[in-house]
């Protein structure tokens, strides 16, 4: 079963920092486009960063210059290193992924579980 799992959400202050982290497991052949999502109450989910296979990246534009979106090929894993938060940063953040599985061989659009971050004094 190829699945992803996210961890390093919490509890922080404006100003503050976090890193998330999610790495995928299973019979993976290939990770093709890595991102970030969140989603918080009563709005809906949104693009927060996206990293291509090869390295290219894409922000919204409330978080450009504040986070920073990262991967490691070699170890299934693609990171969100968010600074400077706000209370409007609130949110579960959900990682997704494209992957192509060996046995069997297929296509899959893969997401976390989520994992909760608030920025709250």
């Known amino acids: 079963q190829v699945q992803l799992v996210e961890s390093g959400g919490g509890l922080v202050q404006p100003g503050g920092s976090l890193r998330l982290s999610c790495a995928a497991s299973?019979?993976?052949?290939?990770?093709?486009?890595m991102g970030w999502y969140r989603q918080a109450p009563g709005k809906q989910r949104e693009l927060v960063a996206g990293?291509?296979?090869?390295?290219?990246?894409n922000y919204a534009d409330s978080v450009k210059g504040r986070f920073t979106i990262s991967r490691d090929n070699a170890k299934n894993t693609v990171y969100l290193q968010m600074n400077s938060l706000k209370p409007e940063d609130t949110a579960v953040y959900y990682c997704n992924a494209g992957v192509l599985t060996t046995t069997p061989i297929r296509a899959l659009e893969l997401w976390g579980q989520g994992t909760l971050v608030t920025v709250s004094s």
């Open positions: 990293i291509t296979s090869g390295g290219s990246t």
């Open positions: 299973g019979s993976i052949f290939r990770i093709n486009a």
